[in-house]
């Protein structure tokens, strides 16, 4: 079983529509929760990082953590087509130390269609 | 805020050479980098681990005497890609830490690397 567990899609929906992409994951320790958007032949963009569990929003895209269900969500409002992109969910343990590293998702292609 | 560059974008080079792949963080100082690798519509995989002013560690696999990590500043690392054959071709992608705890990582824009 991997770490981070993410459905790679292909997802698509039409303009306007809310998305919502999600992401399992095993590993407890895991208190470090974020969200990278990257386009193709390009390196990710950090979204969203969240620390333990709840919602956090900025502008259309909310991010939503339970450690409870080891399940984090990232949804997007009144989605665009620049918008499509493949997005990452990741998640580490933190702290100071290198030893913290990041584990990514397989990523979700997402295509929003005008 | 919390630009890295990532220099060249892509690159083309014969078999046998070596390749050398600039990452710098231009606004803040990055005590660690990261070197990734990319396979198409796959995701990221760790290949090292950079702190300035020491040796890089490496994930299980991954070639040492292959790819040299230097770390020379807070500012900058720099990955060679030493004696490339075709199976080294990939996307690489590294990212940088800013100083302070649990600081996120922020990726540069990768270089793509083609070895004929």
């Known amino acids: 079983q991997k770490e981070v567990e993410q459905d790679p899609g292909p997802l698509s929906v039409p303009e306007g529509a809310i998305v919502s992409l999600n992401c399992t994951y095993s590993?407890?320790?895991?208190?470090?929760f974020m969200w990278y958007r990257q386009y193709s032949r390009k390196g990710p963009e950090l979204l969203m990082y969240?620390?333990?569990?709840g919602n956090k929003e900025d502008g259309r895209f909310t991010a939503q953590v339970d450690k409870s269900s080891k399940y984090i969500s990232l949804f997007i409002r009144d989605s665009q087509p620049s918008d499509s992109a493949t997005y990452l969910c990741?998640?580490?343990?933190?702290?100071?130390?290198?030893?913290?590293?990041?584990?990514f998702g397989s990523g979700t292609r997402l295509s929003i269609r005008p | 805020g919390a630009v890295v560059s990532q220099h060249p974008s892509w690159v083309i080079c014969k078999s046998g050479t070596s390749v050398k792949i600039e990452c710098r963080s231009l606004?803040?100082?990055?005590?660690?980098m990261f070197w990734y690798r990319q396979f198409p519509k796959q995701s990221l995989m760790l290949m090292a681990t950079?702190?300035?002013?020491?040796?890089?560690?490496?994930e299980q696999g991954v070639e040492k005497d292959k790819f040299l990590i230097n770390h020379a500043s807070l500012t900058l690392s720099t990955l060679t890609v030493t004696s490339a054959h075709p199976e080294d071709s990939s996307f690489y992608i590294c990212?940088?830490?800013?100083?302070?705890?649990?600081?996120?990582?922020?990726f540069g824009d990768g270089t793509r690397l083609s070895i004929l």
């Open positions: 590993n407890s320790a895991f208190q470090y």
């Open positions: 990741a998640m580490s343990g933190g702290g100071y130390s290198s030893a913290s590293k990041i584990i």
């Open positions: 606004d803040f100082q990055a005590t660690t």
């Open positions: 990212s940088a830490r800013d100083k302070g705890y649990n600081q996120p990582q922020h």
């Open positions: 969240t620390y333990s569990s």
């Open positions: 950079s702190n300035e002013g020491s040796k890089a560690t490496y």
